[in-house]
């Protein structure tokens, strides 16, 4: 049998390793709380029972949330248009991969969503929960417009004063062709033709790229 002295000293043993443990497992929460409040998109961890269990700032700020104020999931899906993007979480629970809605209007902001289901390690695959991701991609979409509509601007541009240098070197050669004697000047002629056609297809071809970006076209 153990004497108390033995007695007292495994349970002081055992309560300092508690101890331990616990900080540990305090500084571990803590780094991994500040990590995910350094992301700069919203993060949250939801259970099966959809309780968020995490949140970061960045979730705060992109809702503009008081600091003192509940945050649900149903109030954020609400926010986010509701049933769209609570189809697309169990849609994504029930294949159990990775899921993503490029665009979700929010006020005058664009999003990009991101699901990604949280499984159990021990063989099964149970799913306990997910993780939600949202990105404010808003300047972003507003760059690539710009972008888009600069090319389409910039390509008509183009176009027009090319399609009078084809045009008007298609009626020199065929009206003053055979009154033009010198071979250097026949073949500067002809490469003046052969380029203004070249740049007008190269020029098509940034305005189907466009059309196609903004899916305009197949």
């Known amino acids: ?69 509940d945050v649900s999931l149903k109030r954020i899906l609400d926010l986010l248009g509701g049933s769209i993007l609570e189809a697309e979480i169990k849609a994504c629970l ?59 601007v910039a390509s008509h541009e183009l176009r027009t004063p090319l399609t009078a240098i084809r045009g008007n070197s298609d009626m020199i050669m065929e009206s003053f062709g055979d009154k033009i004697t010198d071979p250097d000047m026949r073949e500067m002629l002809a490469d003046i033709n052969i380029s203004a056609v070249h740049l007008i297809q190269i020029v098509n071809d940034f305005l189907d790229t466009s059309r196609l970006e903004q899916r305009r076209i197949e």
């Open 94 to 152: 029930k294949g159990g991969g990775v899921c993503e809605m490029k665009e979700i209007v929010f006020e005058k902001k664009i999003l990009r969503a991101l699901v990604a289901p949280i499984t159990t390690d021990n063989g099964v695959g149970e799913k306990i929960g997910y993780v939600l991701l949202l990105e404010d991609i808003t300047e972003a979409k507003v760059m690539e417009r710009s972008r888009d509509e600069f090319f389409a």
């Open 1 to 69: 049998k153990q004497s108390n002295e033995e007695i007292v000293k495994a349970k002081d043993s055992a309560e300092d390793l508690v101890r331990v443990r616990t900080k540990e497992l305090r500084e571990e929460k803590s780094r991994l709380l500040a990590s995910i409040n350094s992301l700069s998109f919203g993060f949250l961890v939801v259970d099966s029972q959809d309780r968020i269990l995490l949140k970061n700032k960045a979730i705060v700020d992109l809702f503009a949330f008081g600091d003192k104020e």
